[in-house]
DNA sequence: AGGCTAAGTTAGACTGACTAACTATGACGA
DNA sequence: TCGTCATAGTTAGTCAGTCTAACTTAGCCT
């Protein structure tokens, strides 16, 4: 296979797997982006820069994205003592909760699409999630 | 590694991955939505209902994808005459030409990502592909 | 001090998605 | 054949997510 068939092949799975992950998302009380926001967090306090950097939206996307998580309290606002310019965003409890548990939900859902293959499928999806890592790393 | 270990192996991956499609409809004339109609388009006429229905939306959200494609042009309406509830949606001459030169801009962007990659990881993409194509399809 | 740069927010617009409500047509039994 | 119900689609209203442009505030540098 060339890499150009592969490259198509992957631009029509990449589309099949958009759509399994909306139905991942389906049901769940935040929204997939709120989710990988919260994911962000979990290590530690972050500035809106970064974060809308790691995202790849522009910092108006993330200040949207910020109040929505901050009104229903998953995440608190802070300041940086070293520069008042910089405004701090890290999980509460509550936030801490809530992505433990949509974490636990997403993968239990994975999972049971998982066991319906073979584990011959499953090895070559678990050999091939590396080389995906890889992909768009520019 | 488990069924479970890569569960969440791949969880982190598709948000990935999202990122990776976000980078290859930017700057494309039309989006990744409507390209993924268009190409529903290519083998012929279709129907409204068969149309949401693939693309996984309610028949509403398709009623203004197609509007927004008829538009400029891209897309013509036409009707079933054995049914006159059913309308038709087919590609127009400049509908066909769009989808092609979209296509092939997004396959030469996925081509120069997978170039960076060795030829093992290349394999073991295409070898994960037609697992991930199961994925999902309940 | 003055002026440039950086960090965020606000405002306005657009896409994409949903549900609810509506129109128009077809199908089927009394 | 007529009434009722189901089907196909559109319209209207709402919301999330994204963008650009314009603004505010704060730091930096000469």
Excluded: C, F, W
């Excluded at 068939?5 to 992957?10: E, T």
């Excluded at 958009?18 to 009380?29: S, W």
């Excluded at 290590?43 to 950097?53: H, V």
């Excluded at 003592?81 to 936030?95: F, I, Y």
């Amino acid at each position: 296979m060339t890499t150009d068939d592969l490259a198509q092949s992957l631009s029509r799975e990449l589309r099949h797997l958009v759509l399994l992950l909306r139905r991942v998302a389906a049901g769940q009380p935040i929204t997939s982006q709120q989710y990988a926001v919260l994911g962000s967090l979990e290590s530690g306090p972050r500035r809106m820069t970064g974060l809308a950097e790691e995202h790849g939206v522009q910092l108006p996307t993330m200040t949207v994205q910020i109040n929505r998580l901050e009104e229903p309290g998953l995440v608190a606002r802070g300041t940086d003592p070293s520069d008042a310019r910089v405004r701090t965003v890290e999980l509460t409890e509550e936030g801490r909760a809530r992505l433990v548990a949509v974490r636990r939900a997403r993968v239990a859902y994975l999972t049971e699409q998982l066991e319906a293959l073979t584990a011959e499928e499953r090895a070559a999806i678990g050999a091939a999630l590396p080389a995906l890592a890889k992909l768009g790393d520019v």
